[in-house]
């Protein structure tokens, strides 16, 4: 609204103008023909005066009627303002009707019809100068009656992106995120293509990339990234925010991060408030943005450790109870082969019946341990922290899984094969008798559970020694 039309009541807005110049025209009219000018005459000679003034008066009605229709009783019943394309044909068929009646009575003897379609010359003129008109026309037709958009919604054409301001008859006016005023011809939105972003509507998602240094862990990437935009004003709760790998580059993992927004109208507030809160979340992490250089990494002697000083892989073996009878050199040895596994949230470690022979030290993370029941259902056993291993039968017999085991969220194992323990076993051949007794009262502790869920295969596994069987695995009788 003007801010010079504030304070005036609507029915003065919009009747004063017709009422005024109604009493213009009719004040000239009486002045010509109180001064004897052939403003009209009789009903035969035509009264153009009287016309003129019949013109302006349906003019006055039209816009009445307007006003009564769609100020007052469509504002009433739909509880919202009339779209101004309807306002406007509307208004334009009352009055062309109104005009005609008024003509008819006026002027008996004078036929529009014919003089229109007595020239072809006048046709054909009319009809290109009216070709853009009309596309216009027919095409704001088409929007209004299919909804295709709606006042109030955001609309990108081409570069532009702007909230819809007004619909009329011949175009489409926007109101630009910078708050320039943007007309686009009806005729032209029907042809290009035109983004409409419904307000009130669903969601809309949005994304954000950016590339992070290779040594940057997934999991703790997408912790990150998902943790900053939760509870945040202007996103919909449902779709939460997603994050992922989008692709590997040159010098970067390239992430993307897709939140949904509630109103698509605070696009630039939101975006920057996201790429704030990602920026503060990657800090507290300890996680870099890439920059587009190349690493150069120099090796030599491998990792400086203090004399004495005992390594996180050493610290995990030690920590494992089958280790406990090597000596401090063989568990070295087996630290040094030990190899560093990194798995994903619900990664498949080891799954049930596979023929992998090594075992896992649980470093950092958390597992699950589940076997199929005698009905083919699954059953869940354990929970296996950081510090605590399975897999020890599979390394020292060879013999299958004997249940699956998932990563419950990013996991740190190490993983310790054949190949690194047979050389100690070839020197220290009664580690056998060892691991036999240590692995036997652990099966009488809890973790007994994952042997007794199989009865008949532990009534296999009983017919022949551990010890024995571990000595035959490796070759060592």
């Not at 309807?86 to 003089?115: C, E, M, N, S, Y």
């Not at 939760?230 to 993307?256: D, N, Q, T, W």
């Not at 652990?442 to 973790?447: N, T, V």
Request: aromatic share 8%.
């Amino acid at each position: 609204m003007n801010p010079t039309e504030r304070g005036i009541p609507l029915f003065v807005r919009r009747l004063a103008g017709p009422l005024i110049l109604l009493a213009v025209v009719f004040l000239a009219v009486f002045l010509l023909r109180t001064l004897g000018y052939p403003a009209g005459g009789a009903r035969s000679e035509r009264d153009w005066g009287s016309l003129a003034v019949g013109v302006v008066a349906a003019l006055f009605l039209t816009r009445l009627l307007d006003y009564l229709s769609f100020d007052v009783v469509f504002r009433l019943r739909k509880k919202m303002a009339a779209p101004a394309l309807l306002r406007q044909l509307v208004a334009l068929i009352v009055f062309l009707l109104i005009v005609a009646v008024v003509t008819k009575i006026l002027l008996p003897d004078f036929h529009l019809g014919a003089l229109l379609t007595g020239s072809a010359i006048l046709t054909a003129i009319l009809g290109l100068a009216l070709q853009d008109t009309l596309g216009n026309l027919f095409a704001g037709l088409a929007l209004h009656f299919e909804k295709t958009m709606r006042v109030g919604d955001m609309v990108r054409s081409g570069e532009t992106f702007g909230m819809v301001e007004e619909l009329s008859w011949r175009e489409i006016k926007l109101r630009t995120m910078e708050g320039n005023l943007l007309l686009i011809p009806n005729s032209l939105a029907g042809r290009e293509r035109v983004e409409v972003f419904a307000r009130p509507g669903p969601p809309v998602a949005r994304y954000l990339r950016f590339g992070l240094e290779f040594d940057a862990s997934p999991g703790a990437v997408r912790e990150a990234l998902e943790s900053a935009l939760r509870e945040m004003r202007g996103l919909a709760r449902h779709p939460a925010p997603r994050a992922g790998i989008k692709s590997f580059e040159a010098s970067s993992v390239l992430y993307e991060l897709r939140y949904w927004l509630e109103d698509y109208a605070e696009y630039l507030e939101i975006d920057a408030q996201v790429r704030e809160r990602v920026w503060y979340s990657l800090r507290r992490a300890g996680l870099h943005l890439a920059l587009p250089v190349i690493k150069q990494l120099q090796f030599q002697a491998g990792p400086l450790v203090a004399p004495g000083a005992v390594t996180p892989v050493r610290a995990a073996i030690d920590g494992v109870d089958l280790f406990a009878p090597l000596s401090e050199d063989q568990r070295s040895r087996l630290a040094a082969g030990a190899v560093e596994r990194r798995y994903a949230p619900d990664e498949i470690i080891v799954r049930e019946g596979d023929g992998t022979s090594s075992m896992f030290v649980v470093a950092a993370g958390r597992a699950g341990v589940s076997i199929h029941g005698a009905g083919g259902d699954s059953r869940k056993l354990a929970i296996l922290d950081a510090g605590e291993a399975f897999g020890e039968i599979s390394l020292l017999t060879g013999e299958p899984r004997t249940a699956t085991v998932r990563s419950l969220m990013e996991t740190v194992l190490l993983e310790i094969d054949k190949k690194t323990l047979e050389p100690i076993l070839r020197e220290s051949p009664e580690l056998c008798g060892a691991f036999q007794t240590v692995i036997e009262e652990r099966r009488r502790g809890a973790a007994d559970v994952l042997e007794s869920s199989r009865e008949e295969l532990g009534r296999v596994q009983h017919r022949v020694a551990l010890a024995d069987r571990i000595a035959r695995f490796f070759g060592l009788g």
